[in-house]
């Protein structure tokens, strides 16, 4: 079935081990559930040259995360602040419209203790 509210994708690049804890908060306080991360290699443009070496790229998680296009502002301004983007090596954040997305719920299951 395809959702007929609008929707926003909303991709967040940050240093790594930031992006489960955003996820998490995500899924818990914004009742999100098309959240994802994966990982990802590079180099950022203002990389120093002393660590610009063969071999010499720093990790990074990419989380992506699909909103009702009406909350996507707040969405982004939350994301934006929870991560700390606005940091100097905070990541970069950006969102771009999504042609079509399938809408679904999760079932709900009791929570887990270890």
């Known amino acids: 079935m395809i959702s007929e509210q609008a929707q926003k994708v909303i991709t967040c690049i940050l ?3 930031r992006g489960m ?15 994802d991360i994966h990982h990802a290699r ?12 063969i071999g010499e790229m720093a990790e990074k998680e990419i989380l ?6 009406a909350e996507a502002d707040d969405l982004f301004e939350f994301i934006y602040t929870t991560a700390e983007v606005n940091r100097p090596h905070g990541g970069l954040i950006f969102m771009q419209k999504l042609h079509t ?12 203790t270890a």
């Open 15 to 17: 240093p790594m081990g």
């Open 21 to 35: 804890a955003l996820l998490n908060r995500l899924v818990k306080e914004k009742g999100l559930t098309a959240v």
């Open 42 to 53: 590079g180099l950022g443009r203002i990389t120093p040259l002393r660590h610009r070496g």
């Open 64 to 69: 992506t995360v699909s909103v009702p296009a």
């Open 101 to 112: 997305a399938t809408h679904f719920t999760l079932p709900e299951l009791p929570e887990e």
